[in-house]
């Protein structure tokens, strides 16, 4: 599960926008990661005027996203080029609207994430794929022996 942080001014984006750039990050992960899109998750964090400061000095045009990865790990050559299409990705939302902006990324283990208490397939697998087609979390189906 991707989780996404987005520190940003209280009047940066509407109801609307926040929806609209959500899932624009959740269409990233379904098509460059063949993640199910219910694993992406989005916080915004509205700050008001004056809470935010960048080197010492109070700074109400900035957007800071911290994204940590779970359910995949990036293999080192793929960093850059992933953080190259987050960035033509989130452009409408920052860059094309006057606001500067950083991000950064952790990665958690797998070891430490379940979801409605089931442990995550593992990525790519069959049960995988159901989850994504159902697009929510649930217990392999039963299996019945034929008598």
């Not at 700074?59 to 996203?65: C, E, H, L």
């Not at 159902?134 to 039963?142: K, L, N, Q, V």
Request: glycine share 6%.
């Amino acid at each position: 599960m991707p989780l996404w942080h987005i520190y940003c001014p209280s009047d940066a984006y509407t109801p609307r926008d926040k929806e609209d750039f959500a899932d624009s990050i959740s269409e990233l992960y379904v098509k460059h990661a063949q993640l199910p899109k219910f694993y992406v998750s989005v916080v915004f964090h509205e700050m008001p005027a004056g809470s935010l400061f960048i080197g010492g000095r109070a700074n109400d045009r900035f957007v800071r996203i911290w994204i940590d990865q779970i359910a995949r790990r990036m293999q080192p050559e793929r960093i850059e080029p992933w953080l190259k299409v987050i960035a033509e990705a989130i452009a409408p939302w920052v860059a094309d609207r006057g606001l500067g902006w950083e991000l950064h990324g952790d990665e958690t283990p797998l070891k430490f994430w379940t979801i409605e208490g089931l442990v995550p397939p593992p990525g790519g697998s069959e049960e995988e794929m159901r989850w994504a087609r159902d697009g929510f979390a649930s217990p392999p189906p039963e299996t019945h022996a034929m008598s």
